[in-house]
């Protein structure tokens, strides 16, 4: 596609189920990131993953979340027996290859999110 | 530690006014600092893109400036419209991170009256 593609848009869940959010990031872009935006919040970095590996997890807030990366392409965020506090957006991004440093001068895309609402 | 402020939290202005919003960072050493425009509900758009080593960026209305030393950068819009209502986002990339992860300000919630 031609942007940043996240399923599903929107979720409630019941708390202590396991939630899977998806992320398509464009075609040829290495570097993928996950943000979270909680209510009145800025955005928290989660993970970076360049290629199918994450070199960056510093942002994950629990061992409950996890994510990984496969062919390249497509990324799945796990939250595994969510809580009310998980409630916010999930925002997928990417961007392409960097020169000598991933990323260091290239825009990042955005896709539209996905909204979780844990009851 | 980078933190990223933005001043004011929330702005309404009449149509066709000139307006700043600002964005101050506390570690200097920085790749590129970056404006973005939120919609409610939806994602980000990328505006303007500033590297380190650059004073400014413009593109149609837009106009962001970056003062590295001071760690300030101030999106300058011309001639509000109430299109221009929506949520701005500054957020810089650290040198120290090679992961180009970006550090998010709050946002300033722009709202443009007609």
């Known amino acids: 596609g031609a942007g940043v593609s996240q399923s599903p848009s929107n979720k409630v869940t019941e708390k202590g189920k396991d939630v899977e959010l998806r992320c398509d990031p464009i075609?040829?872009?290495?570097?993928l990131y996950w943000y979270r935006q909680s209510l009145g919040q800025g955005l928290e970095f989660l993970i970076y993953?360049?290629?199918?590996?994450?070199?960056?997890k510093s942002g994950l807030p629990s061992d409950r979340f996890s994510a990984e990366r496969t062919g390249g392409s497509v990324s799945t965020l796990t939250i595994q027996r969510t809580q009310q506090e998980d409630s916010a957006v999930y925002l997928c991004?990417?961007?392409?290859?960097?020169?000598?440093?991933?990323?260091?001068?290239?825009?990042?895309?955005f896709g539209e999110g996905s909204w979780l609402t844990v009851v | 530690k980078q933190e990223v402020t933005q001043i004011p939290a929330a702005l309404s202005v009449p149509e066709g006014e000139n307006l700043v919003l600002n964005c101050s960072f506390t570690?200097?050493?920085?790749?590129?600092l970056q404006w973005f425009r939120q919609d409610p509900g939806k994602g980000l758009t990328s505006l303007l893109l500033?590297?380190?080593?650059?004073r400014e960026q413009t593109s149609g209305r837009l106009n962001a400036s970056l003062d590295k030393s001071s760690g300030r950068s101030t999106l300058y819009i011309a001639a509000s419209q109430p299109g221009d209502s929506a949520t701005y986002l500054c957020a810089v990339r650290q040198r120290s991170s090679n992961t180009g992860k970006l550090i998010f300000g709050q946002g300033t919630t722009l709202q443009v009256k007609p």
């Open positions: 570690d200097s050493a920085i790749y590129n």
């Open positions: 993953f360049q290629g199918n590996s994450a070199p960056d």
């Open positions: 075609s040829g872009h290495t570097a």
């Open positions: 991004a990417s961007s392409p290859p960097g020169q000598k440093n991933v990323g260091s001068g290239n825009t990042i895309y």
């Open positions: 500033i590297q380190s080593s650059q």
